[in-house]
């Protein structure tokens, strides 16, 4: 059974940066792929980024892309988000999850997930 355990998220203001990171264990951490997602408040948890753990190719969100980062240390057994150019609109819940080898978008094609943290950027 894959554990996923994330960081405090916080509060930042617009233009600001922020890093999450998500603990993985419990299983093999390269056959796995880590995706981030997040979840404002009545709307639809949508995908963030997601990394591959064993060859580390990687894919955003149109909505993310140049801003966010997504990696990976293969030592640690973490993968971090950095949100740099915080927007009010990024304000969510970040969820990491995780899936069996290859990257896929849909939140449903994760089977397991951490407990969500809280990112709130102020204008």
């Known amino acids: 059974q894959v554990q996923l355990v994330e960081s405090a998220g916080g509060l930042v203001q617009a233009g600001g940066s922020l890093r999450l990171s998500c603990d993985f264990s419990g299983r093999t951490f390269s056959r796995y792929t880590v995706g981030w997602f997040r979840q404002a408040p009545g709307k639809e948890r949508d995908f963030v980024a997601a990394i591959a753990l064993s060859a580390g190719n990687t894919v955003y969100a149109d909505s993310v892309k140049g801003r966010f980062t997504i990696s990976r240390d293969n030592v640690k057994n973490t993968v971090y988000l950095q949100l740099n150019s915080l927007k009010p609109e990024d304000t969510a819940v970040y969820y990491c999850?995780?899936?069996?080898?290859?990257?896929?978008?849909?939140?449903?094609?994760?089977?397991?997930w951490g407990q969500g943290t809280q990112v709130t950027v102020s204008s």
């Open positions: 999850a995780a899936r069996e080898w290859s990257i896929l978008l849909r939140p449903v094609n994760y089977p397991y």
